[in-house]
């Protein structure tokens, strides 16, 4: 069973529109390839998950990685503790720390056989229960594939899930063609502005070669030729912007959020004057 721990509050509805778009092309089981932010090439599992003895090595390894996964087991050689060594050898882009010290699951109010992720976009943490021994190699994955927000997340019926889940009021959408030999530079860009946001905007990353997000573009009334794009969203209200780009600048990006967020901020003020007015 699936746990959130140290979330905010969530918005009503985020992405409604992509969201359903994207479930309707493509189950989120198995839709989970085609990323470069996330592969799924499966690796040895010499030196995976790292051993976490004490509070201090765990606290360095949360700390050290965008998404870091821990598994808590009091008996590292239970069937439990093997299909999350399993998981962690499919995964060898995402770092996976194990720890049996009572010390660490006290530290960090963990129940035996408990997984967690952990996010350093927004401070969160998501558990998964492991007590009920139907959790399988592809089911952890398939966790930890949804709630691995990054500070530049791409969008797919997996990480959908999670973006839905997340705490962020705003929502900044790339859309671009990751085969254009201009995309490494854009992304540089875009997760340079993403650093300047982080905690406040999650920034999403949306390729537009995938069929599954063809839909996706129709929405927006965008054709591939007028790309890129970007998209920014509040969730509390679904409302949103959309902004096509000749290039994707640091600057450019702020000056759209700033703007976007003036906008949304100003609706706000409005509406708690109103009441006030109201009642004089």
Known sequence: MARRRQ??????CIFPCLFAVLLTRCSPAGCAGGSDLA????ASTTEKPVLLNNVADAEAFVSGAEVAVIGF????QSPEAD???????????????????????SHYGASENTVAVFRRVDN?????????????AKKLTHFVRMNELRL??????VTAIGVMQSSFQFNLLLITDKMSPK?????????AAAELYKGKILFILLDSNLKSNERVLSYFQLKKSQLPALAIFHTPDDEHDLLTVDEISIERVQDFCNRFQQRMQKKEDKSEEKPLNEEL
């Open 83 to 105: 299909v999350f060594r399993r998981a962690a050898g499919q995964m060898p882009e995402v770092s996976f720390g194990l720890s049996s010290s009572a010390a660490v699951l």
């Open 7 to 12: 979330a905010g509050t969530m918005g009503t």
């Open 39 to 42: 592969s799924h090439s499966t």
């Open 124 to 136: 969160d943490r998501r558990d998964l229960d492991m007590n009920n021994g139907d959790v399988d």
């Open 152 to 157: 530049v997340t791409e969008y797919n019926p």
């Open 183 to 191: 995309h490494p530079e854009r992304m540089r860009k875009f997760r």
């Open 73 to 76: 087991f009091q008996d590292p």
